[in-house]
């Protein structure tokens, strides 16, 4: 039983922060890169953000380069987006997930297990 659960979304303005967490259990979380996505309604699921199994590398889509920060807590088995400097746009479901095969990759194809998400809404 593999399980991601997300926390942390909500409501914010515009140019405001939002700290997800991304906790994991049923796995060794350890041999996993995560990695963060989300969607917008009508819109089709886009790569947020990924990070290597300890860590040591990131990866970010261009648009939120700078803003947000992808981090790891291998002792808690958990993932974090912090989001700053929040936009309209980037207003989604966020949701993680993780992968043991090929390490941190910005394809959502490569990645075996998702957790359900969590809503992020920017207000102008």
């Known amino acids: 039983q593999v399980q991601l659960v997300e926390s942390g979304g909500g409501l914010v303005q515009a140019g405001g922060s939002l700290r997800l967490s991304c906790a994991a259990s049923?796995?060794?979380?350890?041999?996993?890169?995560m990695a963060w996505f989300r969607q917008a309604p009508g819109k089709e699921r886009e790569f947020v953000a990924a990070?290597?199994?300890?860590?040591?590398?990131?990866y970010y889509a261009y648009s939120v380069k700078g803003r947000f920060t992808i981090s790891r807590d291998n002792a808690k088995n958990t993932v974090y987006l912090q989001m700053n400097s929040l936009k309209p746009e980037d207003t989604a479901v966020y949701a993680c997930?993780?992968?043991?095969?090929?390490?941190?990759?910005?394809?959502?194809?490569?990645?075996?297990?998702w957790g359900k998400g969590t809503q992020v809404t920017v207000s102008s």
């Open positions: 997930a993780a992968d043991k095969f090929e390490g941190a990759s910005t394809n959502e194809n490569v990645y075996e297990h």
């Open positions: 990070v290597t199994r300890s860590g040591g590398f990131t």
């Open positions: 049923g796995l060794t979380f350890s041999s996993y890169a």
